[in-house]
């Protein structure tokens, strides 16, 4: 059979049918109800909790180890950055009279964390349990309540609501004491034991026993019965199974105190988290001295510290009112 080049490219020119379409589709509009149903169909992809706009949620890690044990290490703080790349498995090839595309399925998400553990972050330790343990079950019995590490001790009956003012009132008089009495006392106002370095160690060592016990070099050899690592975005609704490529620990001269950290993950397995994390409200309004206020006497008795602070130190300087009125 022979033909010319007219009749090659009629061929290409020739439009293109529509299959019929079926009569149990569903059409899908900008204002239908079947969006996140259509979005969130099927594996590779995930489920939206639209509140989460607002909400300040955390992200994390979950191994999955050997001996069947599951640990949790949420990031001490939501990080500073957070980048992922999608890599679109995609080819395209030109012929001679068009393009010819290749696709495959989604397969590798390139994740780029950065950020600081901080001063006094909201968690610290990792929380161990069983093999169908899931971070929401961890949240609450990790998380720790940020600066308000100590407890408040004071002899005044002023409830929660004043009570951090005051023992800063009585810091300031103890600190007065302690100028007249020519013996100053270097104190942090948080506990070494949940601070940020700690917590700074505790993730880096965290991921090297992940990677200890992914290698076949921990202390079980037992097969995997799920992915060894998992990274979770409650932020986003979703979580990433991910191998770690790199981890870079930063410090600077401007900030001393901080440790700041990048990790680097290849990730596959995008699916919605399992779980969700519920914040203890009662325990938050604790931690931020909003839980109550006793005595109607707070503001007076605020005042009275101050007045005997602004004595101690205006005597000790000749009278000069350091504190104001």
Known sequence: MSFNITDLMSVFERPKIKPPSSPNSTSLTN?????????????????????????????????SLRDKRTVVMFLPINPSNL????????????????????????????????????????????????????????????RKSGRSTFAIATALSAGGFFSKTLAIANQIKDKASDLLNGAPKAQTGINSENSGYVAFHNLYRFLLQYKKDASGNGTSQAPYERHPLTFFN?????????????????????????????IQLRGYNLRSVSDKVN???????????????????????????????????????????????
């Open 83 to 142: 980048t992922i790349t999608t890599n679109f498995a995609t080819n395209l090839i030109p012929t001679l009279y068009g393009t010819v595309e290749e696709h495959s399925e989604v397969r590798y998400f390139d994740i780029s964390i950065e950020g600081t553990t901080g001063m006094a972050p909201r968690f610290v330790a990792p929380f161990i349990g069983g093999p169908d343990t899931q971070p929401g079950d961890a949240y609450n019995s990790v």
């Open 279 to 325: 914040e203890d409200l009662s325990r938050r309004l604790k931690d931020l001295g909003l839980n109550g206020v006793d005595s109607s006497s707070a503001l007076g008795d605020i005042k009275s510290i101050s007045s005997k602070a602004k004595g101690i130190i205006g005597s000790f300087v000749g009278g000069i009112n350091v504190l104001g009125r």
């Open 31 to 63: 204002n239908g109800s079947n969006e996140e149903g259509f979005l969130a169909l099927g594996s590779g992809t995930y489920s939206l909790e639209s509140q989460n706009w607002y909400s300040a949620k955390p992200y994390g890690f979950k191994a």
């Open 234 to 262: 409650y932020k986003d609704n979703n979580q990433y199974d991910v191998v770690v490529k790199g981890f870079t620990m930063r410090k600077s001269a401007d900030n001393p105190m901080l440790y700041y950290y990048s």
